[in-house]
């Protein structure tokens, strides 16, 4: 009897037509005046233009304007970037990363696993244990949370916090306090999370129940709180009572979609307020709905950005009925308000602690203050803590209340307010201190590199 044998694979032929037609990138300083142009040509594949665009604004790249074609099996474009204070990339150490990324020996993906700063939904790595929470925010949700932690002696190293539309996510690295390692005692986890769901809970009313999660996995921070706050459907919130909008009607997000009938495309056209990794969301969102962008158009004009994306469902089809219209245009609107923070920044550095996270957050509570957004991480034995709050009652934070806050924690750490202009996003312009601190992902990078 004849023996049936499989046929062999061979499991590098995934890469073979990488391997035959390398990447080529380009990062060129002498071609216009005010900025750098990197140019990527590369074998195509599906999330390619993500994976480039997370990397340029991973090292807090500011994209003014980008040309992008991927037809034909062929991914080819152009970025044109600036560093934070708007000049041109001289960096020899971000020019050489940018290559090394980009490029064919050190190509995305395995750039993106060589830095952990990037990955949150792991049960534990490294010296981490990162947990995924999301729920109905409310004020004081975030010094319940980082009470808990505290109480079961859980030391919060590094920490996202979104909100929208009422709805609040967040990334949170734990170690062990007596040991400064992973969390590995089941029972210490089941009781935080059990607690940390008790909190979440809320209202009982709440038609979405609040979730705790230490799901596997490898996904940059930015895009998993996207993700977490798409699966949440955060984007049906429009329109709630009492609900601050954070754009004047100027900068109202204007987001159309009409059929390209000679080419098959979809043509998603943004119109917005410019600011830093707006890009970056746009694409991330198309992404991750199942959108492949075939071509794109990217500029800015004063305080304003245009953006302009030629898609197709990863099926092949178009975006045909209104409800798919509507559906895609509420969740890039959504997406680009996630990041917009309104009222005041408080910017604090202190020496790490147990307990240092519920200490701030625990102050601001009982000053009558919400936090809308933070970003906290440690370097070395510094905590770097950046809170966006607003008064609990939607009101602009009375001077006393600073005076108050300057009084009760200005003598342990450094403290400084920052008002962010009303209904406006972060400009890629900040300067000082507060520009560097702003951009969590990089912080969270060199903390965990």
Known sequence: MARVCSPYFDPEYENLSTRINPPRVSVDNSSCSDCTLVKVDSVNKPGILLEVVQILTDLDLIITKAYISSDGGWFMDVFHVTDQQGKKVTDSKTIDYIEKALGPKGHITDVLNAWPGKRVGVHS?????????????????????????????????????????????????????????????????????????????????????????????FTHVDRRLHQMLFADRDYEGGGLANEVDHFPPCFQPKITIERCEEKGYSVVSVRCKDRAKLMFDIVCTLTDMQYVVFHASISSDGPYASQEYFIRHMDGCTLDTEGEKERVVKCIDAAIRRRVSEGLRLELCAKDRVGLLSEVTRILRENGLSVTRAGVTTIGEQAMNIFYVRDSSENPVDIKTIAALRKEIGHTMMFNVKKVPTNSAEAPETKGWAKTSFFFGNLLERFLA
């Not at 244990?129 to 319940?144: H, N, V, Y």
Request: proline content about 2%.
């Open 125 to 217: 790595f490294g010296d981490h244990t990162a947990i995924e929470l999301i729920g109905k925010d409310r004020p004081g949700l975030l010094s319940e949370i980082s009470a808990v932690l505290a109480n079961l002696h859980f030391n919060v190293i590094a920490a996202e916090v979104w909100t929208h539309n009422r709805r609040i996510a967040c990334v949170v690295y734990v170690n062990d306090n007596t040991a400064c390692q992973p969390v590995e005692d089941k029972a210490r986890l089941s009781t935080m999370e059990e607690q940390l769901k008790n909190i979440l809970r809320g209202c009982e009313d709440d038609e979405k129940v609040g979730r705790t999660s230490f799901s596997m996995g």
